[in-house]
C-alpha cells in the first residue's frame, strides 16, 4: 500500500511516520515539500507517489494567531483538505483528514458525538470545521475525518514540554481549571490512524486519548509525574485559575470531551487513559535524559 502523509515535519506527522505498518511504502510531506493550499503541488504530488491513501496532518494549529492570520490559517485548514480531497478523488484514493474538539462551541453537558451539531467559537474551529466540510463534499463515500483533541508528543512544541520547560524554570505556575478536555498522546493517535487504514473506516470519527480533565489537572499530573521520574527536581506550585484570568485573543470551548464510544467500535480498540499515555511520554523523556 502506497501512503501519502502530509505534515510530516510536524508533532502527528512524526508520529504517523514512526507507527506506520512495514508493509507499507511512505511518501512523507512535509511543509516545506508540499503546501497543501496550492492546487497545482498538490496536484503534482498525488500525481507523482500515486498513493492509495493519504493521510492529512498538515494544518495551522496557532489558535490565537489565528484570530489575526485568518487567510493563512483558511488557506491551510480549509482549502488544504479540499484540494487534497479533490486529487484523492481523481486518483480512486482514499483521504484521512486530522481534525480538532475546536469544532465544538464548548457548551454540552455531556461528551460531543460525532453527528452532533458544531459551533466553533474562533477563526481555528471556523477552518477546521470548513475543511472537514469539503472533504466530505468530495469524498461523500470514503473521505474519512478523525477529530481529536490536546495532542502532544516528546519533542514538539505543545503544552507537556511547554510544562516541564516552566516547571524547571518558576517555583509557580498558574494554569486555567475551567476548560475540559482530553490529553491525546501522538502515538496513540497514530496508531489509530493506521487502524483506521487497515479496516478501511470512513466518515466522521472521534479519537482522543480515554478520560477527561481540565487544563489544571494536565499539568498537576504533569508536575507530579515529573518528579517522581526525575524530570524535575524542585518543587513547583499548581496554581488554578479562571479563563477570564488568563485572557486570549481566541475564545476556547469550556467543554470539548469528545465520545469515543462508536470509533472504538470501528476499530476494535480503546484508547489509553490519558494518565497512562502521560506516563509513557514523560518515561521517554527520562530515558532519554539519562542515556550516554
Not at 60 to 83: F, Q
Not at 130 to 135: A, Y
Request: charged share 25%.
Amino acid at each position: 500500500m502506497k501512503v501519502l502523509v502530509t505534515g510530516a515535519g510536524g508533532q502527528l506527522g512524526r508520529a504517523v511516520l514512526a507507527t506506520a505498518p512495514a508493509s507499507v511504502e511512505l511518501t512523507p510531506q512535509s511543509r516545506a515539500d508540499l503546501d497543501v493550499g496550492d492546487e497545482r503541488a498538490v496536484e503534482s504530488a498525488i500525481a507523482c507517489s500515486s498513493p492509495d491513501v493519504v493521510i492529512n496532518a498538515a494544518a495551522y494549529t496557532a489558535v490565537d494567531k489565528a484570530e489575526s492570520e485568518a487567510e493563512a490559517a483558511h488557506r491551510v485548514n480549509a482549502v488544504g483538505p479540499g484540494l487534497l480531497a479533490a486529487a484523492c478523488r481523481r486518483r480512486g484514493a482514499r483521504l484521512i483528514h486530522v481534525s480538532t474538539d475546536f469544532v465544538f462551541d464548548g457548551r454540552s453537558t455531556r461528551p460531543y458525538r460525532p453527528e452532533d451539531p458544531t459551533g466553533p467559537l474562533g477563526v481555528y474551529g471556523a477552518t477546521k470545521l470548513e475543511g472537514e466540510r469539503r472533504v466530505l463534499r468530495e469524498l461523500p463515500e470514503v473521505g474519512t475525518i478523525i477529530r481529536t483533541a490536546w495532542l502532544y508528543d516528546a519533542a514538539g512544541r505543545n503544552f507537556v514540554t511547554t510544562m516541564l520547560r516552566l516547571m524547571s524554570e518558576r517555583q509557580m505556575v498558574r494554569v486555567v481549571s475551567d476548560q475540559f478536555g482530553t490529553p491525546t498522546s501522538t502515538d496513540g493517535l497514530a496508531e489509530a490512524i493506521w487502524r483506521t487504514v487497515e479496516r478501511g473506516v470512513t466518515g466522521v470519527h472521534h479519537w482522543t486519548d480515554a478520560g477527561s480533565a481540565s487544563w489544571y489537572d494536565f499539568a498537576v499530573a504533569i508536575c507530579r509525574t515529573g518528579q517522581s521520574m526525575g524530570i524535575l527536581r524542585s518543587e513547583v506550585r499548581v496554581e488554578p485559575i479562571l479563563t477570564e484570568e488568563y485572557p486570549t485573543p481566541a475564545k476556547r470551548p469550556a467543554f470539548s470531551v469528545l465520545d469515543k464510544t462508536a470509533t472504538w467500535t470501528a476499530l476494535g480498540v480503546a484508547g489509553v487513559h490519558w494518565q497512562d499515555a502521560l506516563d509513557a511520554t514523560i518515561r521517554s523523556l527520562a530515558h532519554e535524559a539519562t542515556a550516554p
